[in-house]
C-alpha cells in the first residue's frame, strides 16, 4: 500500500473533499442507457470510487458494483451512503496503483462493466480489459495536460498527454474518444480525455 498516498487521500476526505460533488460523471450518464440495452446481467467495477458518485448512480440503474479506492476513509463514506439506500455496492480497500499486483485482485472476464474516471493510472486499462467480459464496456476519464484554467489536480504527473489515453486501449474497440475542454454538471469546467470502448 503506497501509504503517503492513502493519508494524503483520506486527510482529504476527513475534510470534506468531493462533498459536494455527488453528480455522476456526465460520460457515464451518457452511455449507460446505450450499455444496458445489451446486457442482462449488470456487473461493474469503479476503479478509485471515491465516496461513490459514479457507484451509486450504477447501483441505483441495477447495477452490482465492486467500488475500489486507497482511501478507507472515502470508502466507509460510500458505504454509509449505500447500506442507508440499500444499495448492492461492495467495497474494497486497496491500492490500484501498486505495480507489484497491477491489477492481480481483479478477477478474469467478470464484469460487463469497468469504469475509471479521474484517476491517472494508463496501464492499469490491460488488467481492466481482462477483466471484463466478452461484450463488457469500459469507460476511461482522465484529467488532461492543459495550461488553461480548469479544475482538478495542479501537479502535471496527474493529468496525461494528448492522445495516450487512446494509445493505451488500442487492444480494445473503441467506441468513442475525446479530448478537450468540458464543462462539468454543477458547471466548472475540466480538461479531459473520455473513452468508451468495448471488448470484443
Ligand atoms: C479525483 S478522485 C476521483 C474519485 C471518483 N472516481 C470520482 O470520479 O468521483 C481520485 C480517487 O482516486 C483514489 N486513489 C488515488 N490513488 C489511488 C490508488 N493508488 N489506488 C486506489 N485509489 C486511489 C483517491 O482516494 C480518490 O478517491
Known amino acids: 500500500m503506497n501509504t503517503s498516498s492513502q493519508k494524503k487521500w483520506n486527510e482529504r476526505y476527513q ?24 446486457t442482462r446481467q449488470l456487473r461493474a467495477v469503479d476503479i478509485a470510487s471515491g465516496t ?23 470508502l466507509e463514506l460510500l458505504e454509509k451512503k449505500s447500506n442507508s439506500k440499500k444499495l448492492p455496492i461492495t467495497c474494497f480497500h486497496q491500492d490500484c496503483g501498486d505495480t507489484q499486483n497491477q491489477g492481480d485482485y481483479l478477477i478474469d472476464d467478470e464484469y460487463n462493466l469497468a469504469i475509471m474516471i479521474r484517476y491517472t493510472n494508463l496501464s492499469l486499462i490491460r488488467n481492466l480489459y481482462r477483466a471484463l467480459k466478452v461484450g463488457g464496456h469500459l469507460i476511461v476519464e482522465e484529467h488532461l495536460v492543459t495550461n488553461k484554467e480548469v479544475i482538478g489536480p495542479k501537479n502535471p504527473k496527474f493529468r496525461i498527454p494528448p492522445q495516450s489515453l487512446y494509445d493505451a486501449a488500442k487492444e480494445l474497440k473503441v467506441l468513442s474518444y475525446n479530448e478537450g475542454l468540458i464543462k462539468d454538471p454543477d458547471g466548472r469546467t475540466a480538461a479531459l480525455a473520455q473513452l468508451v470502448a468495448k471488448k470484443s
Open 15 to 38: 475534510k470534506g473533499a468531493y462533498g459536494t460533488r455527488t453528480h455522476p460523471s456526465a460520460l457515464l450518464t451518457e452511455w449507460l442507457p446505450k450499455l444496458q440495452n445489451h
Open 52 to 74: 461513490g458518485r459514479n457507484s451509486i448512480y450504477l447501483a441505483q440503474h441495477g447495477w452490482q458494483v465492486d467500488a475500489f479506492d486507497i482511501s478507507e476513509v472515502a
